[in-house]
Every structure is written in C-alpha cells, then in structure tokens.
C-alpha cells in the first residue's frame, strides 16, 4: 500500500514539474464539455475466484464533465467528474452473477497534446479519486464462496488513469474527441488485512468515449 502511494506522490510532482517547464502560451484556452461512451470492467482478485477472469467482464456506461485549461505549449491540466459502472460477471456451468458498482469518479490529468491547431492527438496520464454510491448483486452465485458476495467494505477508491485520442476542433462547432482510456484501482473493494481472505480486490477498466466540448475566450 505504501508503494502505491508513493507512485501517485511521485507522478503529482512529475506532472507539475513537466507543466511548469513549458512556455506558457500568450492566449490559454479553456475548454468545458461532456463525455460519454462504453467501459469494460472486471475486478482483480487474490485469491482468483472461478469464473471471474477475462474474457467475462461486465459492459456498461460510463460518462461526466470535463474541464481544460491549455496555458503551455503541449502540455495542459484537465479535471473530470464521472459517472462509471464498474464490477465483475462470474460465469461457470452452475453459476450466472453480476455484480454493479456505481462510482462518482474525478480524475486530475496530464493533458498532453501534439498536432496542428484545428486536429490533433492527446495522451492523458494521472491520479483518480472515487466513491461507489450503489451496489447491485444480480444472478445466481456459487454456493461454495461466501467473501465476494458480502457488501462492499471499502466505497472510497483511488487509482490511475491512463488514456490516448484524438480531436478535432472548430471555432464554429465546437471540439470533438475520441479517448480510449484505461483504468486501474489501487485500492481494494474488500478488507485485505491478513486476517482477511482477499489479498486484493482491485478494479480494472478499458473505455472508449466521446466528448464534446466548447472552448472559452480568455482575455
């Protein structure tokens, strides 16, 4: 746990430190916009639970607002506050279980961008802070486990997000962009001290969005 703390600690200050090197822009720009799109979800257990692993993951929406501000040359803050549906699909002969975790999810990203004016290609990279408001068992379980049945134990979650697109941009119609995004839980769902069952629970989602967004003159 320790370890994974210190990774977001160290990327905060790579963030920083790589936006502070930049040259600033003479006009920033500022951008507000929603998004939406598709995830794939599992969750990571250890010990593994039969049924749970890839290629059984749990489809669902997922979407928020978003928040911009290009003030250097490649290299730009971008906040978020999302709405995704995370959990896991358990699938063997006798047993046919889902489980939705609903999260109200904000990321702080690195945006970094290269390309001309009007299109151009992104890379985002940065810590995520999360809280699962719902919780919803559906299906048939498998009566030999008990542990990953029981309510979550641990609703606040942080992690990383990683992400790749591409948009395209226009003073008339606004900004349109496509992310393909990953990401990764370092806190577990369920209790994982030694005494616990699980050595970790942690989530892992992949999404492909859409956004739109309206850029603001600032003078």
């Not at 998004?35 to 059984?56: D, H």
């Not at 942080?158 to 990401?183: D, P, V």
């Amino acid at each position: 746990m320790r370890y994974n703390h210190l990774i977001l600690i160290l990327l905060l200050i790579i963030v920083s430190c790589t936006i502070a090197a930049q040259p600033r822009l003479r006009t920033p720009e500022i951008h507000v916009g929603a998004q939406a799109g598709v995830m794939a979800s599992t969750v990571i257990f250890k010990p593994t639970i039969q049924g749970a692993e890839f290629p059984n993951v749990l489809l669902s929406p997922s979407g928020g607002l978003v928040f911009r501000y290009i003030g250097h040359k490649v290299c730009a803050i971008q906040v978020e506050a999302n709405y995704m549906q995370r959990g896991w699909i358990e699938k063997t002969d006798n047993v046919n279980y889902t489980r939705q975790l609903d999260y109200i999810e904000i990321p702080l990203l690195m945006h970094l961008y290269f390309g001309k004016r009007s299109i151009r290609g992104f890379f985002n990279l940065g810590p995520q802070i999360g809280y699962c408001f719902r919780d919803i068992a559906i299906g048939t379980s498998n009566p030999q486990y008990k542990h990953q049945y029981s309510d979550i134990q641990k609703p606040f979650d942080w992690g990383l997000a990683g992400g790749l697109g591409i948009y395209y941009q226009s003073y008339k119609i606004g900004l349109f962009q496509l992310e393909a995004r990953c990401n990764y839980s370092f806190g577990s769902i369920f209790n994982n001290q030694k005494t616990d069952h699980f050595d970790f629970a942690n989530s892992l989602n992949v999404s492909l969005n859409l956004a739109y967004m309206w850029q603001f003159k600032v003078k």
